[in-house]
């Protein structure tokens, strides 16, 4: 065990305090040194005990005055000591205590540059979140097909090795690059990152991808994603996305218009009337429920409806909020 390597697990948090202790609970039952395991949590300015919280459990508490997850995770890495990284959301949970190691033992496998497991359910977890584990979310799986999850990468991608513990596909040779980040469990040797794409969490991957380097799929890794509570929950996280989206050009699909094909920034274009239109996603979920025996396909429309109202929605009212500002200027303006 002492020629394992050290391993730093990134953690972004924003008022985490409640879920921080079950999570850090069970990231300190996985079976891995704790000597060659380091927990950083990046706080982005929490309000609540978040940080008091993450020193208790003996993670190093880093500050993101940016607030935001992926350069929080950028400033995690930076500081990281370990020479391999891990990047975990607060809603994120191993199945079983050996995940950590087997993460390691893959990406320990000649030339491996990194390593993602699968993201499951349990039932506790809320039709939404199931559909989002199986699937993405509703745009992300509209715009990027079989290349948004890994339960549908053998359709597009070639397989390049295939043993009984992990999976490397092919990504390099295909026009489309498959819809990987730095989120959910990814693990990549911290060597490899480059600094030049501080803000978002999909281009390191891309990078690595037209490196040629090795990106291994974990067969028996699942990562229990718990993300959506509710419809309204669901609603609310569409809402910020939106938000983000359009206060912040360096987040999301707008800093990724390099890793995205023509076909693909046609289709983002259309997703609205795709989804307003209703008839045109409905056919589509009704066709892959039946093709795919998967239930959860029916949910597609209603959510691709919902997710473009949330966008038209939060686009009107931060251009209320912009014509107020400009109103109450004007006025002060004339006094």
């Known amino acids: 065990m002492t020629s394992l390597p050290s391993l730093s697990i990134i953690v972004p948090t924003l008022n985490a305090a409640a879920v921080l202790p079950k999570f850090l609970r069970e990231l300190k039952s996985q079976e891995y040194p704790a000597n060659k395991l380091e927990l950083i949590v990046v706080d982005g300015g929490s309000s609540d005990s978040t940080r008091e919280v993450a020193a208790k459990f003996g993670a190093r508490v880093i500050d993101n005055p940016d607030r935001f997850a992926e350069p929080g995770v950028r400033r995690g890495i930076k500081a990281a000591k370990g020479s391999i990284i891990t990047v975990l959301a607060t809603d994120n949970f191993f199945k079983n205590r050996r995940a950590v190691s087997e993460l390691v033992t893959i990406i320990n496998q000649p030339n491996v540059a990194a390593v993602f497991s699968k993201q499951v359910s349990d039932g506790s977890d809320s039709i939404y979140t199931k559909y989002i584990n199986t699937f993405t979310d509703p745009f992300s799986h509209y715009l990027y ?13 070639p397989v390049v090795i295939n043993t009984k513990n992990y999976v490397v596909f092919n990504f390099k040779n295909s026009k489309q690059l498959p819809l990987l980040a730095l989120a959910q469990g990814m693990t990549i040797w911290k060597k490899l990152l480059v600094n030049k794409h501080d803000l978002d969490d999909v281009a390191p991957l891309q990078d690595l991808i037209k490196k040629n380097k090795q990106i291994a799929y974990a067969k028996h ?35 990724r218009q390099d890793f995205i094909t023509q076909e693909q920034k046609i289709k983002s274009l259309l997703f609205p009337l795709y989804s307003l239109l209703i008839l045109p996603a409905l056919t589509w979920s009704i066709y892959k429920a039946i093709v795919d025996r998967e239930p959860l396909w029916l949910l597609h429309s209603w959510l691709c409806f919902l997710t473009t109202m949330a966008i038209i929605y939060t686009l009107l009212m931060l251009k209320a909020i912009e014509l107020t500002k400009q109103l109450s200027l004007s006025k002060i303006s004339h006094k």
């Open 145 to 157: 097909g079989s290349a948004a999850n890994s339960r549908t990468f053998s359709n597009k991608y």
């Open 221 to 255: 890794v699942h990562l229990l994603h718990h993300t959506v509570r509710d419809l309204k929950h669901f609603w609310q996280k569409q809402c910020w996305s939106a938000k983000n989206a359009f206060e912040n050009k360096q987040f999301g699909i707008a800093s």
